[in-house]
């Protein structure tokens, strides 16, 4: 090194930084060694259905007045408890909470657990069971309505025959009583009801 006034250069020791170079390199290396010996990766749920139902319809038509004090979850859109944020619209609610960020945030990873065969086959077993039930149920409401509907037909035919016995009763003593149109225009006090021409 110089010690010339006129030597304006600054001037580096370079054992100096290659020493500090090496501690940094050396730290590295043990922070790696450190991550790589921290807790093993969360073992997740893996994803299932959900056992609640999802409520879109409760706001539906509603008017809400949202002013600065407001919480997010009583503001516009739909609120979700669980990620802490609020989606405006029900798809993209939908999208998200079907989505990767809101799973983990439930702890459950997007791996779905594999089905043996006889899970599926029990499955299968259970559908035809409530398909067969449906069928019995169906058979037996379109019985119980068809024979309302046979039982509703015999009694309109019951009355039908009463209604017609009344009348052939009543017929002859009609005939009887009614006066002629010509002398019902006589004691109305007019001649005709003025439909012909002269």
């Not at 370079?14 to 807790?39: G, I, N, P, T």
């Not at 037996?140 to 024979?147: H, Q, S, V």
């Not at 017609?164 to 003593?173: A, G, H, N, S, Y």
Request: net charge positive.
């Amino acid at each position: 090194m110089s010690m010339r006034p006129d030597d304006h250069r600054r001037k580096w020791d370079k054992d100096e930084f290659e020493k500090l170079a090496a501690e940094r390199l050396q730290a590295e290396l043990d922070d790696e060694e450190k991550s790589k010996k921290k807790v093993p990766p969360v073992k997740r749920e893996l994803l299932k259905q959900r056992e609640y139902k999802v409520d879109l319809d409760s706001k539906l038509g509603k008017s809400v007045v949202i002013n600065k004090n407001t919480p997010t979850s009583q503001s516009g859109g739909y609120y979700c408890n669980v990620c802490d944020c609020v989606v405006k619209d029900s798809i993209n609610f939908l999208d998200h909470i079907n989505g990767k960020k809101h799973q983990r945030n439930l702890g459950m990873s997007m791996k779905i657990e594999r089905s043996s065969l006889d899970q599926v086959k029990a499955r299968f077993a259970t559908n035809k069971r409530k398909l067969e039930e449906k069928k019995r149920e169906y058979e037996l409401d379109t019985r119980l309505r068809e024979a309302a509907e046979e039982e509703a037909r015999v009694k309109e035919l019951r009355r039908e025959k009463r209604r017609d016995k009344k009348r052939k009763i009543q017929e002859p003593e009609e005939e009887d009583e009614a006066p002629a149109p010509s002398e019902l225009a006589q004691i109305m006090g007019f001649s005709g009801f003025g439909g012909s021409k002269k």
